[in-house]
């Protein structure tokens, strides 16, 4: 078990960095911003208004708030706020550019707090169902240690969650962090914010509210005492380790007699060698120390010549004090500098000589190895070289080198040459890419990619000037091929496949497009119990209202509820005595009645003969009398660029981006979390440019066979476009688009981007 110990715990907790950044903030009069008194009298507090502002901090401590994250697994975010009602806007951010890579937003239009950060670069989020948007003053902790992430709001802790591991190594060039606001355009935070700080230590929320608990230790804490306990643990099995290595050593010493020796009152051990000498070797053994004479090495001279320590015989040979021997005249290298000769029993050695140089010494060089120095610069290959004729002689530091030409191989002092050509080899196959030109330059070649192309000419890959997004490749030069579910020429536009007619949702569901895919739900009466768009809407049944299934009957208590395929009827009990009216929503209406549903102002219902039908309120913009809340877009409010593309998106509009449901109100975009299928298949697929993961098994445009397997029989093979029938592998060209071919695959039409289309060049 894991010590907790509250004394251990406070030695874990470092008093840690605070960085408030309002004090921080360089204070000029821009507009849109105004310093205010907030609840803490001490510290500045601002006010933001205008939806023009820049509120950025210096670069300095952009950078401490990323080294910050860098260096700590215990981090919290802090702020004092004021939101004004109905706002969106981000509080905090880490941006580059329009990408954001830490980010802290409260939106008021579906009352969230939403906390964005990136995993192994891509983004991430994490939404808090909460209203921070009152128009009153609240204090905000964001509380992360490790993978721990913990909401405080007004000193309570509202929400705990385990996220995925925060990217901290940050690749981006330039990244800048603000305040009241994403980036430069987007997100901007109308209200006042107060002691806005990010905090290193553990339970740093208690900077905002000292009282808090603190007696559990934080994620981080919990690591730490972990490393410390696992620590421990190995440094007791080294010492349990050590300790029985050093009683197996002891027992061997008391087990074996103790033997040493004495000489000129030096200790020596038992089987100790040692020279007193030159011509002595001693040996310790059993107590006892024994002497002999070093025995001098046999010779095969004639008359040898002993030195040292053997006893000279003849003044013929010579040997060396390594032992070797020479015969009389014979000539050796004593050392790299000296040559000698052995002249009767006399070794006589001369120094080799140097020729003079005409160089400083500060400038002359001295190479291991070589007797004689050269100048620093020496020109080797115009004194002297043996390179062939068909080589290069390269001049180095200390020496040269020979280097056969181009066309010709060998070790550069002889050089044979080869025949290389732009010609295909034996195998066929030509010595550049396919996309390279091969020019001949003698008996060799050189590669070299075209233009559109990058490599080494060997291989050459092409290049797009945009990048290909959502899954997409470039093939070609500024081509991109599509994978199924996008079109564009950078595979930018996602296929509606519901819009077009080109889904395959059958039975009793419709279809509902998302990002790259659609799924079938299953219409209003029915259900699946498996889950909703498997078998594309096959396994749709009809819901029992009459036994509380869905959402029930609302027969009038008089009539008695009989269930019909996706719907139900109310009939009279006893004859004809009884009300053809609803009971909804705990209120009677009349047979023929339609009114506003008071939970959804922007459904209009209907009751006929006691079954209430209810559905989303048309939005006729031409008419006088118009409830904006249920139709945004017929007020005439300001409109809001796209996040990315060069678009103007109309008040009240909405769209996908980067897996986001967004809304256009009154100039300001609010984004939220898409909202997926559940899944309830074990083979699941997320393909890149996928805001949602899918069964395999419901995608026929995968290359997985799974599919024909598993849904064989079930899905009609034929496919009906515009009135045609196609077969399976069909092909053709989507209607009113010639860059975009669709493909039968067993009743279902995979649409993508024709990689070979010319359309789009043609076009104005």
């Known amino acids: 078990m894991i010590a907790t110990d509250q004394n251990l715990i406070k030695s874990t907790n470092h008093e840690g960095d605070v960085l408030d950044l309002i004090p921080l903030l360089k204070r000029t009069s821009s507009p849109g911003i105004q310093y205010i008194t907030g609840p803490n009298n001490i510290t500045p507090a601002i006010r933001l208004t205008d939806s023009q502002r820049v509120v950025i901090l210096p670069d300095a401590v952009s950078a401490k708030a990323q080294r910050f994250l860098r260096e700590n697994i215990d981090i919290t975010f802090l702020a004092t706020l004021k939101q004004e009602i109905g706002d969106s806007g981000s509080i905090l951010s880490l941006s580059t550019g329009i990408n954001r890579i830490l980010e802290i937003e409260s939106s008021g239009r579906r009352n969230e707090v939403r906390f964005y950060y990136t995993h192994d670069q891509k983004i991430q989020i994490e939404t808090f169902p909460y209203k921070l948007a009152d128009n009153h003053w609240h204090k905000l902790a964001l509380s992360l240690s490790a993978t721990d992430l913990t909401l405080f709001v007004d000193c309570e802790q509202i929400y705990r969650r385990v996220i995925l591991t925060l990217d901290t190594n940050f690749k981006a060039d330039k990244i800048s962090l603000f305040l009241g606001q994403r980036?430069?355009?987007?997100?901007?935070?109308?209200?006042?914010?107060?002691?806005?700080?990010?905090?290193?230590?553990?339970?740093?929320?208690?900077?905002?509210?000292?009282?808090?608990?603190?007696?559990?230790?934080?994620?981080?804490?919990?690591?730490?005492?972990?490393?410390?306990?696992?620590?421990?643990?190995?440094?007791?099995?080294?010492?349990?380790?050590?300790?029985?290595?050093?009683?197996?050593?002891?027992l061997k010493v008391e087990q074996s007699p103790c033997h040493y020796c004495i000489y000129n009152d030096t200790m020596k051990k038992e089987g100790e060698r040692w020279s007193p000498n030159k011509c002595t070797v001693c040996i310790c053994k059993n107590t006892s120390v024994i002497c002999k004479h070093r025995d001098c090495s046999v010779v095969d001279c004639r008359n040898p010549v002993y030195r040292d320590c053997c006893k000279p015989a003849s003044d013929n040979c010579c040997?060396?004090?390594?032992?070797?021997?020479?015969?009389?005249?014979?000539?050796?290298?004593?050392?790299?500098?000296?040559?000698?000769?052995?002249?009767?029993?006399?070794?006589?050695?001369?120094?080799?000589?140097?020729?003079?140089?005409?160089?400083?010494?500060?400038?002359?060089?001295?190479?291991?190895?070589?007797?004689?120095?050269?100048?620093?610069?020496?020109?080797?290959?115009?004194?002297?070289?043996?390179?062939?004729?068909?080589?290069?002689?390269?001049?180095?530091?200390?020496?040269?080198?020979?280097?056969?030409?181009?066309?010709?191989?060998?070790?550069?002092?002889?050089?044979?040459?080869?025949?290389?050509?732009?010609?295909?080899?034996?195998?066929?196959?030509?010595p550049c890419h396919v996309n390279a030109v091969c020019t001949q330059i003698g008996h060799t070649y050189r590669c070299k990619c075209k233009d559109g192309y990058r490599g080494n000419g060997r291989w050459c890959q092409p290049v797009c000037e945009s990048e290909c997004k959502n899954g997409g490749r470039c093939i070609a030069p500024n081509k991109c091929e599509c994978r199924y579910g996008y079109v564009g020429k950078y595979c930018e536009n996602d296929i509606n496949e519901c819009k077009l007619g080109i889904d395959a949702c059958q039975g009793q569901s419709e279809c509902v497009n998302i990002p790259g895919w659609y799924?079938?739900?299953?219409?209003?009466?029915?259900?699946?119990?498996?889950?909703?768009?498997?078998?594309?809407?096959?396994?749709?049944?009809?819901?029992?209202?009459?036994?509380?299934?869905?959402?029930?009957?609302?027969?009038?208590?008089?009539?008695?509820?009989?269930?019909?395929?996706?719907?139900?009827?109310?009939?009279?009990?006893?004859?004809?005595?009884?009300?053809?009216?609803?009971?909804?929503?705990?209120?009677?209406?009349?047979?023929?009645?339609?009114?506003?549903?008071?939970?959804?102002?922007?459904?209009?219902?209907?009751?006929?003969?006691?079954?209430?039908?209810?559905?989303?309120?048309?939005?006729?913009?031409?008419?006088?009398?118009?409830?904006?809340?249920?139709?945004?877009?017929?007020?005439?409010?300001?409109?809001?660029?796209?996040?990315?593309?060069?678009?103007?998106?109309?008040?009240?509009?909405?769209?996908?981006?980067?897996?986001?449901?967004?809304?256009?109100?009154?100039?300001?975009?609010?984004?939220?979390?898409?909202?997926?299928?559940?899944?309830?298949?074990?083979?699941v697929v997320k393909m890149s440019g996928d805001c949602c993961p899918r069964c395999i098994d419901d995608d026929p445009c995968h290359e997985n066979d799974q599919y024909s397997v598993i849904n064989a029989g079930l899905i009609p093979s034929l496919c009906r476009y515009h009135g045609r029938k196609y077969r399976h592998n069909d092909h053709w060209n989507l209607h009113g688009d010639k860059c975009t071919t669709c493909k039968c695959k067993r009743g279902h039409i995979c649409c993508s981007f024709n990689q070979t289309c010319t359309a789009l060049e043609r076009s104005p």
């Open 183 to 250: 980036n430069r355009e987007y997100a901007h935070f109308r209200g006042a914010l107060q002691d806005v700080k990010i905090v290193t230590k553990s339970h740093g929320y208690l900077i905002q509210c000292p009282h808090q608990d603190t007696s559990c230790p934080t994620c981080a804490q919990h690591q730490h005492l972990q490393k410390m306990y696992e620590k421990m643990q190995s440094d007791i099995q080294d010492l349990n380790k050590k300790l029985l290595q050093a009683e197996e050593r002891l």
């Open 319 to 430: 040997i060396m004090d390594n032992n070797e021997y020479y015969n009389p005249g014979e000539k050796f290298q004593k050392s790299n500098c000296f040559y000698c000769a052995c002249d009767n029993a006399s070794i006589v050695c001369n120094q080799t000589s140097c020729p003079e140089l005409n160089c400083s010494k500060d400038s002359r060089i001295y190479i291991d190895g070589e007797c004689c120095p050269i100048c620093n610069g020496t020109n080797f290959c115009a004194l002297d070289h043996n390179c062939h004729v068909n080589a290069t002689c390269v001049n180095l530091t200390t020496r040269y080198i020979c280097q056969c030409k181009s066309g010709f191989h060998g070790n550069g002092t002889h050089c044979k040459g080869v025949t290389v050509d732009c010609s295909p080899n034996k195998e066929d196959e030509k």
């Open 519 to 683: 799924y079938c739900r299953c219409k209003q009466g029915y259900d699946s119990s498996w889950h909703q768009h498997s078998m594309y809407g096959l396994q749709c049944a009809d819901l029992n209202e009459c036994l509380g299934e869905g959402d029930g009957h609302t027969c009038h208590p008089s009539t008695k509820c009989y269930n019909t395929d996706g719907s139900y009827e109310c009939r009279c009990k006893y004859k004809d005595d009884c009300s053809h009216g609803c009971i909804f929503e705990g209120y009677y209406h009349e047979n023929n009645s339609r009114w506003i549903s008071e939970i959804d102002v922007c459904s209009d219902c209907s009751c006929k003969r006691g079954v209430v039908k209810c559905h989303q309120r048309e939005c006729d913009c031409s008419k006088r009398k118009i409830n904006y809340s249920c139709c945004p877009h017929c007020a005439e409010k300001r409109s809001c660029p796209h996040q990315e593309h060069s678009l103007e998106m109309s008040h009240g509009q909405k769209w996908v981006y980067e897996c986001q449901t967004c809304e256009c109100l009154s100039g300001e975009v609010d984004c939220w979390p898409l909202e997926c299928p559940k899944l309830m298949c074990s083979d």
